[in-house]
Every structure is written in C-alpha cells, then in structure tokens.
C-alpha cells in the first residue's frame, strides 16, 4: 500500500518552513488519492525526492504458524518423557 494524499498534505503543510515555500498550494483528492502542488521550481525540485521516498510501497513479510496438539500418551509413544 503507498501513502495517502491527504497524510501526505498533512505532513507538508505540519513541516511547512522547511519543505514548502511562502507561495506553496497543497491538495489532496480522496477519491483519486493524488496530491496537488502549487510552489516555486526550487521547492518543487527537493519535494519530488522527499515525496519519492515516503511514497514506496511498504514491505510485506509472511508469517506461517502450525499449531499441533498432543496429548501426554502421544509424547510417551514417541519416546518423549
């Protein structure tokens, strides 16, 4: 799953003094999940990395579990005491 928009919108415009200029536009559109920015070259320039790197895809990793049920009597013919 990559990020949200509207997570994304949020946390440029919390860090707004050092990711955005004076002149900056953020939107977010739910229903597209796609982010609009509105800002100068320079910003836009250091925003595309930033933005590169929190929106890639979060790594999956797969549990599997068995689960065995024995009793006492089982154990003692397997030679387990």
Do not use: C
């Amino acid at each position: 799953m990559q990020a949200i928009s509207e997570e994304i919108a949020k946390n440029l415009n919390d860090n707004r003094s050092f990711l955005l200029s004076q002149e900056d536009n953020v939107i977010a559109d739910k229903r597209t999940n796609n982010l609009f920015i509105h800002d100068t070259a320079q910003s836009l320039a250091g925003l595309t990395k930033w933005l590169k790197e929190i929106d890639s895809p979060l790594q999956k990793i797969e549990l599997s579990a068995h689960i065995v049920t024995m009793r006492s009597e089982n154990l003692y013919e397997l030679g387990i005491k």
